[in-house]
């Protein structure tokens, strides 16, 4: 098997100041499939071609926000090496007992410097993409539902000591370097964009001096015309919209930035290349940043850089 290690973002868990209005925003306006709710008053919801149980979860709290964000490792034995790993490194873990997510198994949890909850684990249960595992068709309502993503694709982080996280991420949990801001010093990282698979980011950080902070989630559509069509359906449902449709420089994804009714910023989003591990990380000079992020405008928006949960 090619792939191994770290496989694929696999949750976030959101908070919501209002889970009604959450769970509306998350299952009927974005369209996500609700799998679940717990004794804590959590809701789970999957994209319609996920396969695993759930890869969002709605937390009602005071303050939005994130509250970890999870990545889905091949076997038990690559999460025990893992934990290994970061222990040796110097990252502290501790495990989360099986069934504390919903139908998902036992949980390695760490912090990393930028002051984020980043969790691995191997086991979730497989509820199917709406389709038969036999003979499925290529079409199903679920996909035409609301936005209709295909999954939960990556995150976007704000918080400090982004080139430490990086070496965690590429020195322990082996993904590697896409693409990179720098800052007007032409050295320090400002943000980049990091891959476990041939995605051109699985996760990306911005340097930012508050800790723990969520920029955005991102769903992935398959096409221009359906980011287009998430448009219309933000602008019919009153879906605060940040910015777009419009496209990146930086991954050349097609993008539209908007907000869920507690402020968290979320990405619908298509395209973009595939990359390789063996390719060179591309870099964007600071007086470029803003073609990089948004190519059309060729600036940044000042809600880009100080707008996070
Ligand atoms: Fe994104």
């Known amino acids: 098997m090619a792939i191994t290690g770290v496989l694929r973002p696999g949750h976030a868990q959101i908070r919501v100041l209002d889970l009604d209005e959450g769970v509306h925003h998350y299952r009927d306006v974005l369209g996500l499939v609700e799998t679940g709710r717990d004794a804590q008053g959590r809701v789970y919801l999957k994209a319609w071609d996920e396969r695993d149980h759930h890869s969002v979860i709605l937390r009602q709290a005071d303050e939005?926000?994130?509250?970890?964000?999870?990545?889905?490792?091949?076997?038990?034995?690559?999460?025990d090496q893992l934990e290994?790993?970061?222990?040796?490194y110097g990252v502290a873990t501790h495990r989360i007992p099986a069934n504390d997510l919903m139908e998902t198994g036992e949980r390695v949890r760490f912090e990393i410097p930028s002051g984020h909850q980043i969790e691995l684990y191997w086991q979730k249960k497989d509820v199917g993409n709406c389709q038969a595992y036999v003979n499925p068709e290529p079409w199903t309502k679920e996909s035409e539902t609301g936005i209709g993503p295909i999954r939960l694709d990556h995150c976007l982080l704000y918080g400090p000591d982004i080139e430490k996280v990086q070496d965690i991420f590429v020195n322990v949990l082996g993904f590697y370097l896409v693409e990179h801001v720098v800052m007007e010093d032409g050295k320090t990282d400002l943000a980049i964009w990091l891959s476990c698979s041939m995605?051109?980011?699985?996760?990306?950080f911005v340097r930012h001096p508050e800790p723990g902070k969520l920029h955005h989630t991102s769903f992935l559509l398959d096409?221009?015309?359906?980011?287009?069509?998430?448009a219309d359906i933000m602008s019919m449902n009153k879906v605060s919209i940040d910015i777009g449709p419009t496209r990146h420089g930086i991954t050349r994804g097609t993008t539209i930035y908007a907000f869920d009714p507690s402020g968290n910023r979320f990405e619908t989003f298509s395209g973009g290349y595939q990359s390789y591990p063996d390719w060179k990380p591309i870099k964007w000079t600071w007086e470029e940043v803003g073609t990089g992020i948004f190519y059309h405008d060729r600036k940044l928006n000042e809600r880009f850089l100080s707008v996070v949960s």
């Not at 939005?64 to 999460?79: H, P, Q, S, Y």
């Not at 995605?199 to 990306?204: G, L, Q, R, S, T």
């Not at 096409?223 to 998430?230: D, F, G, N, P, Q």
């Open 64 to 79: 939005a926000g994130i509250d970890f964000f999870g990545f889905k490792v091949l076997d038990a034995a690559t999460l």
């Open 84 to 88: 290994a790993d970061l222990n040796a």
């Open 199 to 204: 995605k051109a980011h699985d996760i990306a």
């Open 223 to 230: 096409s221009w015309e359906k980011v287009l069509r998430a």
